[in-house]
T-cell receptor, first 115, second 116 residues
Framework: AQSVTQLGSHVSVSEGALVLLRCNYSSSVPPYLFWYVQYPNQGLQLLLKYTSAATLVKGINGFEAEFKKSETSFHLTKPSAHMSDAAEYFCAVSLGGGGSEKLVFGKGTKLTVNP | GAVVSQHPSWVICKSGTSVKIECRSLDFQATTMFWYRQFPKQSLMLMATSNEGSKATYEQGVEKDKFLINHASLTLSTLTVTSAHPEDSSFYIC????????????FGPGTRLTVL
């Protein structure tokens, strides 16, 4: 079975500071990994996905994530936080990288950006 | 990107009544749609996979007779919560994969259900 653990349900950073959201996964087969963002009362928007190509994945809004097999991690980073980045972030894993694959989500990390 | 809509965005109903939630893919066709449930401050849990022209596939522990799913067309799936109870109050989110272009799941904005 696949699972995702997001360390830290809440992360608070200052505007302009580095954003680091942690995600560790468990999978019996090579995983496909995703990061989604959810703004209040909205659905999820895909930030980026890892599908076994480059281990460093660049996404939208300046976010990127690095797949580290040895650490079973897929942490999300952004060099400089913006107020608009405040949202809930979810890491997810699936057996396949295609859109029709079932996703297993972590519990989410709420990011707060302080002025 | 592709757009998925849900209707209604929120609904309040009395215990024992049924509520229907619609999920539409607006600019692409979706033979498969997913229904998730999200409890406050928790993650999304997959409830079922909706398949156009065939029966839905439910995840373990989800009552198929309580959560009726109908994938009526290539752009519409509905979730009906039958005989709703307060414990069914939750945020319900659907998603649909756009296999034609981006091969990515797109999520609807969600429906907030409150059962009194």
């Amino acid at each position: 079975a696949q699972s995702v653990t997001q360390l830290g349900s809440h992360v608070s950073v200052s505007e302009g500071a580095l954003v680091l959201l942690r995600c560790n996964y468990s999978s019996s087969v090579p995983p496909y990994l995703f990061w989604y963002v959810q703004y209040p009362n909205q659905g999820l928007q895909l930030l980026l996905k890892y599908t076994s190509a480059a281990t460093l994945v660049k996404g939208i809004n300046g976010f990127e994530a690095e797949f580290k097999k040895s650490e079973t991690s897929f942490h999300l980073t952004k060099p400089s936080a913006h107020m608009s980045d405040a949202a809930e972030y979810f890491c997810a894993v699936s057996l396949g990288g295609g859109g029709s694959e079932k996703l297993v989500f972590g519990k989410g990390t709420k990011l707060t950006v302080n002025p | 990107g592709a757009v998925v809509s849900q209707h209604p965005s929120w609904v309040i109903c009395k215990s024992g009544t049924s509520v229907k939630i619609e999920c539409r893919s607006l600019d692409f066709q979706a033979t498969t749609m997913f229904w998730y449930r999200q409890f406050p401050k928790q993650s999304l849990m997959l409830m079922a996979t909706s398949n156009e022209g065939s029966k839905a596939t439910y995840e373990q522990g989800v009552e198929k007779d309580k959560f009726l799913i109908n994938h009526a067309s290539l752009t519409l799936s509905t979730l009906t919560v039958t005989s709703a109870h307060p414990e069914d109050s939750s945020f319900y989110i659907c998603s649909a994969p756009d296999l034609g272009s981006t091969d990515t799941q797109y999520f609807g904005p969600g429906t907030r259900l409150t059962v009194l």
